[in-house]
């Protein structure tokens, strides 16, 4: 199997990956109605865990992983989308980076657990960081910050649904798959509406100067169960997350992945270097 071979099977185990990731969360934000765990990415990999074979599988969740963050990579420094050169394909590019990051916390933890090795724990979890980030020169405004950049995050992944963005990276004809794009696009559309809420609690993070105010997805979550209509709401979340893991599958299977050539890669060297 050649180079550009094993990428593209990286990059498609890793969408996967990510795609199993929200399976087990839906089913997580469902169970927690009857007294179930948090509805959140440690709480659904401990769930893989305890099952027969669990280390195998979240050793192999780990991996696909951490082959979706190569692929970020890939994607933002080579530019393998073939993103325009301006302002936007520079953001959406910047974005991508940022999503390899944001994964290589759950990659770590998820190899760690399935080799014992402890890494990733709830010390390195998100009040961690936003504490450390918060007693930095300048702390409350870094944190708005990252709460902004989750809700421009968020409203992208909506309107990404909205328009079926997603089209110019899927394969000819899938367009005309209707249950599939349905799938795709409230899922996209759920997760873009949970980020809108993780990222306003970074922004009143920031403003209450309080780390702890600073929410995930299971928060999110607990907020949207508190409103009027609450359960319904909750509800519809819950499946827009499992819509999202299934789009997560779909795009493993009918992605355009395209590795970067040889010369790519010597322009993305030449242009760091530079």
Not at 214 to 230: C, H, I, T, Y
Request: proline share 3%.
């Amino acid at each position: 199997m050649d180079k550009n071979r094993k990428l593209e099977w990286l990059a498609r185990s890793g969408y996967a990956a990510r795609g199993i990731v929200y399976v087990l969360i839906a089913g997580m934000a469902s169970l927690s109605t009857f007294g179930g765990g948090e509805p959140d990415s440690k709480s659904a990999l401990q769930i893989v865990l305890e099952q027969p074979f669990g280390q195998i599988w979240l050793g192999l969740i780990g991996i696909g992983l951490i082959g979706f963050i190569l692929w970020r990579v890939a994607q933002a420094v080579v530019n393998t989308d073939r993103h325009e050169s301006n302002a936007k394909g520079y953001l959406v590019r910047a974005g991508l980076l940022v999503s390899a990051a944001t994964y290589t916390g759950l990659a770590f933890y998820a190899v760690g657990q399935a080799l014992h090795l402890g890494l990733g724990g709830p010390s390195a979890g998100r009040e961690g960081w936003t504490s450390w980030l918060m007693q930095q020169p300048f702390g409350r405004y870094l944190v708005a910050g990252v709460g902004l950049a989750i809700i421009g995050a968020g409203c992208a992944q909506a309107v990404k649904g909205i328009k079926r963005g997603y089209l110019r990276y899927f394969e000819s004809g899938f367009e005309h798959r209707a249950v599939l794009n349905g799938i795709c696009t409230y899922g996209l559309i759920a997760r873009g509406v949970i980020f809108l809420i993780v990222g306003f609690f970074f922004v009143y993070a920031a403003f209450a100067v309080d780390p702890n105010q600073a929410g995930g997805m299971a928060d999110a979550l607990a907020w949207v169960r508190q409103l009027p209509f609450g359960a319904i709401l909750y509800g519809l979340a819950a499946i827009g997350l499992f819509a999202f893991g299934l789009y997560g599958l779909i795009e493993a299977w009918y992605r355009i992945v395209q590795p970067p050539s040889m010369d790519q890669s010597l322009r993305a060297m030449r242009s760091v270097m530079n």
